[in-house]
């Protein structure tokens, strides 16, 4: 199985406030978890990757961690900022594999004033 | 340097014609993928090429798709007779070779059938 499940859809944060996006996946084959963000009529930039190996991996203002026993991995941004409304994609990739990743079906995230 | 580029940026056709997206790919970069975007949706992956292996054919949903990478470098992707279904943005990223090397996107061409 491929698939990437990812919550919530949207998301409404107050500037200052804790974002917090869920993914979930079934593949135990996958070893690589990188977040995309994506603003409008723009492609997708990559923001911060995790291995299985670590639960934690913290770069700004931005964390993901990961529940390896859970398949889980979810992405946490402190101190959210109105520059950080776009649309957030969780993925996973196959171990050994080339780079194809698959992905969750995105969070929308919009930081208010 | 400069990112991936894609043409156009817009396309809008109507059902039945043929399309082709071009993506030029980061300089040295072996890894090329298209991806399309619907509304509100996810990135499906359609194809990948790699150096000179065979490619990833995939996540093609028909033989209307089809995709070209000439040279190694820059990529077409072929949409053929095609259908209000298709409309989507059509993404393309490129990358690195082995590793975890992250894929460079494109900003992608919005293509709108009639």
């Known amino acids: 199985q491929q698939q990437v499940k990812q919550s919530p859809q949207s998301l409404i944060v107050q500037k200052g406030g804790i974002s917090i996006i869920n993914c979930a996946y079934e593949?135990?084959?996958?070893?690589?978890f990188p977040w995309y963000q994506q603003f409008p009529g723009k492609g997708p930039a990559l923001l911060i990757a995790?291995?299985?190996?670590?639960s934690e991996k913290k770069e700004g203002r931005f964390t993901i961690s990961f529940n390896k026993s859970a398949k889980q991995f979810s992405l946490h941004i402190m101190d959210s900022q109105p520059g950080d409304s776009a649309t957030y994609f969780c993925?996973?990739?196959?171990?050994?594999?080339?780079?194809?990743?698959?992905f969750g079906t995105g969070t929308k995230l919009q930081v208010i004033p | 340097g400069a990112g991936v580029s894609q043409s156009p940026s817009n396309k809008v056709t109507e059902k039945g014609k043929d399309v082709e997206l071009r993506c030029d790919p980061i300089?040295?970069?072996?890894?090329l993928y298209w991806y399309r975007q619907s509304l509100g949706q996810g990135l499906e992956f359609l194809i990948y090429?790699?150096?000179?292996?065979?490619?990833?054919k995939s996540g093609l949903p028909s033989d209307r798709f089809s995709a070209e990478r000439t040279g190694g470098s820059v990529s077409t992707l072929t949409i053929q007779r095609t259908q209000q279904e298709d409309s989507a943005v059509y993404l393309c990223?490129?990358?690195?070779?082995?590793?975890?090397?992250?894929?460079?996107f494109g900003d992608g061409t919005r293509l709108s059938i009639l």
């Open positions: 300089s040295g970069h072996t890894a």
């Open positions: 593949n135990t084959a996958f070893d690589y």
């Open positions: 993925a996973a990739r196959v171990r050994g594999g080339y780079q194809k990743v698959t």
């Open positions: 090429f790699q150096g000179n292996s065979a490619p990833d």
């Open positions: 995790i291995r299985p190996d670590v």
């Open positions: 990223a490129s990358s690195l070779a082995g590793g975890n090397q992250p894929q460079h």
